[in-house]
C-alpha cells in the first residue's frame, strides 16, 4: 500500500475568549423587544383579501356541514342496526 500524504491545515489560530454580560435586560426592556419584533414577524405576514376568506370560510363550513350529516347518517345506521339486534334476540 502507498502510503498517504498528510495534507497540515492552516496553523491554529489562537483563540481568545470573549467576555459575555451575564445581565439580563430589564422586564420591560423584554417586554418592549417581544412587541417589537412581533410587529416586525405581523409584517410578513400576508393577509387574505376579503373574498378569499368568504371563500375560505364557505368551503369550511361546507366541509363541517357535510361531515355532520355522515357521522349522522352512521349514528341512525348504528342505532337501527342495534335495535333490529334487540328485536331479533329478545
Known sequence: MAEEKKVNAA???AVTAVKKDDAKPGFFKRIGKWFREMRSELK???WPT???LAKNTGI???VMLVSAVVL????ELAQMLIRALF???G
Open 60 to 62: 369550511s363550513v361546507g
Open 87 to 89: 328485536t331479533l334476540v
Open 44 to 46: 410578513k405576514v400576508i
Open 50 to 52: 376579503p373574498a378569499v
Open 72 to 75: 349522522w347518517a352512521c349514528d
Open 11 to 13: 496553523p491554529a489560530k
